[in-house]
């Protein structure tokens, strides 16, 4: 490994990264916000929905941000520089095995989920205002769940910036990312599914069941959520199976 | 830099066939779901045969052109001999570093002009130069001069803070030479490097090829250009099918046309005794059909021959259509190599 030529590449992408910077703060907070303001303000002060719930949705809302711009950071960029415009050739040609190229780009799309973690954190807590009570006993747990779910995120970007091409994207977005979300019990713990069993089941093969879970455990204790040891398992389970799966497709990618 | 040593190339058997469409590495297009349609369809035994046992030595300070038609595996060669793709067989040396086994060491070596530009677009021109010589560890301050210095070399200083996307392919193609030249590669490879440029640029761009083969550069170019390689190449070989087919000079290369010179003839028809005829002509040394049914007589002269050839023609009572004379050149040993023009 060629830490020169690593840490360049992630200047680069820094460089582009805060560039761009409104334009991916505004992707990163809207929608998000959107969902807060309705769910968390609109139907909790209505009396539709009860106020524990925003406690609920928080940690939720923190996971889909994450995962959804770490994925969207990682899979775009690739997607177009592995096909139309190549771009990726420069930093394949440079004096680093290409593995690290995927490694990089692993590494700036944890970064950036890390990043609109923390920016849609408080402010979704403060677009709800009272009654969220958040729990911060447990930050080591916090920050070993963000770090496995950024990872999470940018590993899936990884294999779709890879494997999905130009034209395909937005179906993919639509057709496999859609549902990963409904059904990532981001919006409801995963004990409420108790009355459909076998979705109950069937959802555990979703990544970012783990992801949202995780992180009620992390900062809302308080309601139920999945074991510990299943969440840190299906986190690592998942982060492995992606990097790996997705470093194959790179591989095949970057060499003729 | 001016007293380092200049670094050969050297290729044995070089052999690359392609199971399924080339990915991006050799060309880029290809969009799909790659990993599911995998193993669902029935399997297709599709095989390209880009390179056919392709060896080749380039002297180290040397600037050798491979010149060849679309599709004759020249990208491929370059391909293979920057990492870029793994050989089917065969093995390929920059310098003493086998190619595929030491790959870093050798990026380090090389630097590449592709055939398409693939520049950053999230960057400006500037940016991309200082970017790439990060990723080649040259030390901060040196960069930036270096920077500098290129895009003045290249006459891109105007443009140089701006991002590339609305750049001419002219601009672009410069900046491509310049990106590649950053990290002060000893040996250069240029795919195509004047395609689609305009007379004036191409001559800068050859001024620039020779000044920096001038400084110690091994430079390897591929072109279907037969001036460009007559221009610019020390050595010249000429691939087709992924072949080597011939190798020398551009001078001797020329010479080894037999005649030198090509008259093309379109006939509405051609029998036999005609073209016998045609043979033993003063001068002739070689007849031959090709496909499109035209007729080459491979000669000493070009234009003095048409009369004789307009008569005999006449006497045969065979209608001439089109002529076309060619000087002795890269581009008719091609066609006498192949049977087939460059351009076809």
Redesign the interface.
Known sequence: MNAKTFLAMLRRDAHVARRNFVTLLLQTLFQPMLLVFVFGKVMTSSGLIRPEYKGMLLPGIIALAMLLSGVWSVAMPLVSEFQFTREIEDRLLSPIEIEWVAVEKVVAGMLQAIAAGLVVLPTAWLVMGSGVGLSFSRPLDFVLLALLVSCLAAAIGLVLGTSVGQTQIGLMFSLVIAPMIFFGCAYYPWSALQVFPTLQKAVLINPIVYASEGFRSALVPRFPHLPRLAIYGGLVFFDLLFVSFGMRQFRRKAVG | MGETVAIGIRAEGLRKVYTSP?????A?R??????FARGKRPKQKLEIVALDDLSLEVAPGEIFGLLGPNGAGKS?TV?VL?????PTAGRAWIGEHDVWRE???V??L?G?V?Q?P??????TAR??LV??G????VPAAERVRRAQELLERFQLTDRADRLVLGFSGGMLQRLSIA?ALMHDPRVLFLDEPSAGLDPQTRLLLWDLIRADNRRGTTILLTTHNMEEADELCSRVSIVDHGRMIALGTPEELKRSIPGGYVVRLHLAAAPPALLSRFERLPGVTGVRTSGDGAVDLYADRGGALLPEVARLSNEAAVEIRDVKISEPSLENLFLHHTGRSLRD
């Open positions: 080339p990915p991006a590495a050799a880029g290809g969009a799909g779901f790659s990993f491929t391909g920057t990492t870029r793709i793994r790959r870093v060491p990026k380090r090389v590449v592709p398409r693939n520049l950053d677009l999230a960057l940016e991309i970017f790439h990060a990723y080649f560890g990106r």
